[in-house]
């Protein structure tokens, strides 16, 4: 054995050289080698053949030999990772169970401060009454107590009403359904909801079919002790821990998994009708009784609403009243919490009866224009125009409350969209569940709020986007448009498509309507205004918006059930993307992902609308989701691979190209082109083949001493060129690798996508440097990165450091996402290692020089290109040289042996003349062969609309049809 090992003065190879001529002989090559020798006259007939072998028996045989062996030792790395693991989830299910019996204990610590607060808040209101006249507070006291009941249960009550409140907004008590389950609460005629709250859960009743009150409580003991009500207990704490809900273990019945109501508001959105109305809205009863109440305590107080002085307002805010005060004196302390900027709030009064004038009198600050009669909200506003000053208009209901950051982030997109006129909001009723994230127009005139009675944090409402239109509860504009186009249109006096009409106008101006999902308010739908009396005005001034923009209305979709999303966008002339990868491309991932999020860019540049679809389920926040990907990407959270065809069935409208990255998802996609042909009709696919990772992989393997024979690598090259045979473009990363799609599929089919980045050197003097940088993801021990830094640090570092012989030199930075703990364990005097880092630039400020010593990889090395872009030297493996083709000695320093790499790191430590010139050669191959002007081109070309043959590559890889009848079909346009 180990007749292939030559290293040191290991001399078995030289015994079997010997050997082998005397005897008759078969050597296996892969691994350390095996020789067999025949020894003796007699020789057994199979071996016999075996050393007769013919040249072409030798490869045959070496190759079965070799392919038995791999798996025999992947099957051993397998059992041993395995009983690695089994240890692992012992030891973190012990820690689990520690952690959870620690949770629980802080839980009813928790818990028992909350009641003591409770107690608190129950005695600081009663202290309160005593200062408020009976007479004055009887209004609010006889609505509060309409849902609690009787009125020496009144302070009772609004101890709870936070409690009645957070039921009402999660969705997750059905009253149709609990009065169904319960009729003698029916026949009662009492609130079911406050039936719930008052006995029911302590009778075992259940507030929806997917809750179970008794068995939530037996698994929860700690909920019966603190006396908190189940369903409350599961909303604050339980939902959050993944606490099951019923004996069947189902778990997460929130916000998306409404019951009935919500599954006929979802029928009604795939029939166009609007939704049925509720029967029962404790949620806004409360809501309401609960405001007029918290204007009474402040009307009867010595306090004002001081507004900030408006110098010079930044945006003016316009309300137009008529009654209502208590939404009015909510809405205000709204704005007074959640505003930021420069702002001026000018208030209409159009006649208000309530307590509405006793409100404005006690505001500081604020514009109050008085009308002696009801002149209704869109001439009101058009009145309003001579009074504003600010630079922006926000349109605000009186009856919607900002949600912290809303105005920020609508002013934001405002001035940082290119043509946007108008910006509106995510909107949300009282009850948590969407009114609308744009508003989609029929051709006929009609109008869809898109989303809504869905989920508002739902993906496909978390994206920004071009609408038709944006609803006037929260509307943001620039003054100066406002007065250009004379307000709104008298023609929809007094109220009722006056928003839809002016958003229409904007875009026939050229500008663009903006949905901001950032900027989202609550909202009293219908608390500025009779429903019934809505209905007449909505359908008057439907006819005369469709007169006045016949034109735009008959470019728009008519709606069928899936079309909603197709519809949803304004422009349809732009291509719809869906890109499909592993994760969310974040750059700091690293592994190919800083360029897939320069592709998405590219992309959204384009003008593309684009749907990121990442096939590993990772759980994340909205915000970490978009810490680095354009607002106007829709992110599917939460999906897998094995979602994918299910999700382009329910989008079979949707999308025109459909862009896949890495050869793995490429399967998937193959898998279900063959089953499910019909779905990629009129879908363009282009295949991110990235690299040919059979490169990455054999470099690996000859590294651990595995002997991989030609036709092995041929087979793997051609497996993995072979999967992009069903695809209309393949692109590649380097001209080397685009060259294997080009001998397989032609020359028009496969393209260059390298990296975009542009040349930012840092400004710090050579003198100043005093670091050896490195900079990878390192998720594994076999990968790429982590071979390279823990052979640089075994075998190329303690050469640099005996050089300096004590000298003062470098540290070694090692930065970059690492789960590898031999990785961490290098951290000591001299080495520094830290973890994911939201910006390198401090790091490259600090580098002398960039090390990347990799051994194998495929594509093109982004960090490399990186580092020099940022002005950092970089020595670097030859085989990193080839994949850029860059050349030793003018924008790198090459070296692939210890001895080599160890002298290119001192040199350049040392030498100023050469470290100046590697920097500026390395910046200018940076600016002329990775520029984003050549990238964003080609994503560009990938990605435009273009009418023909889409599905050529499917049908030309599909096994041939059988033959059928000769038949004449004709279509229409549209239908082709």
């Known amino acids: 054995h180990d007749t292939n090992v030559r290293e040191s003065d290991f001399g078995v190879w030289r015994l079997w050289g010997e050997l082998k001529q005397l005897y008759p002989h078969f050597e296996f090559v892969h691994g350390h080698g095996l020789g067999v020798l025949g020894v003796g006259k007699e020789q057994v007939k199979a071996l016999r053949e075996l050393f007769e072998s013919s040249d072409e028996e030798i490869a045959k045989t070496r190759d079965l030999f070799f392919r038995l062996g791999h798996r025999l030792t992947v099957q051993v790395q397998s059992n041993a990772e395995n009983e690695t693991l089994r240890q692992k989830i012992a030891e973190k299910e012990q820690a689990i169970q520690a952690l959870s019996s620690q949770a629980d204990q802080k ?52 101890r709870l009403l936070h409690d009645v409140l957070l039921i009402a907004a999660s969705g997750l008590f059905d009253s149709d359904w609990y009065l169904q389950q319960n009729p003698d609460v029916a026949r009662a005629g009492v609130n079911p909801l406050r039936h719930y ?150 208030i209409v009064d159009n006649a208000s009866s309530d307590e509405t004038p006793q409100l404005l009198s006690r505001l500081e600050h604020v514009k109050v224009v008085r009308n002696s009669t009801n002149r209704h909200f869109l001439a009101a506003c058009n009145q309003a125009l001579q009074y504003l000053l600010g630079e922006y208009l926000l349109f605000l209901n009186n009856d919607a409350f900002l949600m912290p950051g809303a105005l920020q982030a609508a002013m934001h997109t405002l001035e940082n969209t ?168 974040h750059c700091d991932l690293g592994c190919g992902f800083p360029r897939a999020n320069a592709v998405v860019r590219a992309m959204v540049r384009a003008g593309a609308h684009v749907t990121v679809f990442p096939t590993k389920y990772l759980a994340a926040t909205w915000e970490s989701a978009y810490r680095d990907i354009p607002r106007e990407v829709e992110l599917i959270l939460g999906a897998t691979a094995d979602q994918l065809c299910e999700f382009l069935s329910r989008r079979s409208t949707v999308y025109n190209v459909l862009w896949v990255s890495r050869p793995h998802n490429m399967r998937v996609v193959r898998r279900i082109q063959e089953t499910s042909r019909h779905l990629f009709r009129g879908l363009r696919v282009v295949y991110d083949a990235e690299a040919i990772f059979t490169f990455r992989e054999r470099a690996c393997a000859a590294l651990r001493g595995e002997h991989w024979p030609q036709s092995l690598a041929e087979e793997r090259i051609a497996e993995e060129v072979k999967l992009a045979e069903t695809a209309d473009s393949i692109v590649s990363v380097s001209v080397a690798e ?35 940088l490195f900079v990878g993801a390192i998720y594994d021990l076999a990968s790429p990165n982590a071979d390279a830094i823990l052979w640089f640090c075994s075998e190329i570092w303690p050469l640099v450091l005996a050089e300096l012989n004590g000298q003062s030199g470098p540290n070694l930075t090692i930065v970059g996402p690492n789960r590898v703990r031999e990785v961490a364990d290098l ?18 400020e600090s580098a002398r020089m960039f090390i990347a010593p990799t051994r194998f990889a495929a594509g093109l090395p982004l960090k490399v290109v990186e580092a020099a872009a940022h002005g950092v030297p970089v020595v670097g493996s030859g085989l990193l040289a080839k994949q850029l083709g860059w050349t030793h000695g003018k924008q790198m320093l090459v070296s692939d042996t210890p001895e080599e790499f160890a002298r290119g790191c001192l040199r350049l430590w040392s030498d100023e003349d050469l470290w100046q010139q590697l920097r500026s050669s390395a910046l200018q191959s940076v600016q002329e062969e990775y520029g984003d002007k050549v990238f964003n081109s080609v994503v560009a ?27 004449v079909i004709t279509c229409s346009q549209h239908e082709r």
């Open 107 to 158: 839980e009813r610590t928790i818990e028992a401060l909350s009641a003591q607060l409770n107690h608190k808040e129950q005695a600081i209101q009663t202290h309160r009454l005593s200062f408020i006249q009976p007479d004055q507070a009887c209004k609010p006291r006889r609505a509060v107590t309409r849902f609690l009941g009787s009125p020496h249960l009144l302070w009772e009550g609004i």
């Open 197 to 346: 709250l008052r006995r029911g859960a302590i009778e075992g009743r259940d507030p929806n079919p997917l809750f179970d009150s008794d068995w939530y409580v037996q698994q929860n003991p700690n909920v019966a002790r603190a006396g908190v009500n189940p369903l409350v207990h599961y909303i604050k704490w339980g939902k959050s821990k993944g606490r099951a809900t019923t004996r069947s273990g189902a778990r997460s019945v929130g916000c998306g998994t409404f019951p009935a109501r919500v599954r006929e508001a979802a029928a009604a959105q795939e029939q166009q009708v609007d939704p049925p109305a509720p029967t029962s809205q404790p949620h806004r009863e409360v809501f309401l009784a609960l405001n007029t109440f918290q204007l009474r305590l402040f009307l009867q107080s010595a306090t004002v609403l001081k507004f900030p002085p408006a110098k010079a307002p930044k945006v003016s805010i316009l309300l137009v009243l008529h009654n209502q005060a208590a939404l009015t004196y909510a809405c205000l302390r709204s704005i007074l919490e959640t505003v930021q900027l420069p702002y001026e709030v000018v």
């Open 418 to 585: 290119e043509s946007a006129g108008a910006v509106g909001a995510r909107i949300v009723n009282l009850d948590g569940r969407l009114q609308e994230a744009g508003t989609i127009v029929r051709p006929d005139g009609s109008c869809l709020g898109y989303g809504r009675g869905d989920d508002p944090n739902a993906p496909e409402y978390m994206f920004r986007r071009e609408v038709d239109f944006c609803s006037g509860a929260f509307l943001l504009t620039r003054r100066e448009l406002f007065t250009q186009l004379k307000g709104f249109d008298p023609a929809y006096q007094p109220a009722y498509y006056e928003d839809a009409d002016l958003c229409l106008r904007l875009r026939k101006l050229g500008l663009r309507v903006i949905y901001e999902p950032e900027a989202t308010i609550l909202h009293f739908e219908y608390g500025s205004s009779s429903s019934e009396k809505a209905v007449g005005l909505i359908a008057r001034n439907q006819s005369v918006f469709r007169a006045r923009h016949a034109e735009l209305l008959e470019q728009r979709p008519e709606l069928g059930a899936c079309d909603v999303l197709l519809a949803r966008y304004a422009d349809l002339s732009r291509s719809r993307v869906l890109y499909v990868d592993d994760w969310v491309p």
């Open 738 to 772: 685009a060259e294997y799609f080009r001998k397989a599929f032609g020359d028009g089919r496969a393209h260059v996508l390298g990296h975009a980045l542009a040349a930012t050197p840092t400004a710090s003097l050579f003198e100043e440097r005093k670091d050896i």
């Open 827 to 844: 951290a000591g005097e001299h080495i520094r290692v830290f973890g994911q880092q939201p910006s390198l630039s401090r790091f490259y």
């Open 941 to 967: 070309a990938e990605v435009a609309c273009a009418d023909g043959p889409h599905a050529n590559a499917v049908e030309a890889a599909a096994p041939p049809a059988l033959a059928a009848p000769h038949r």
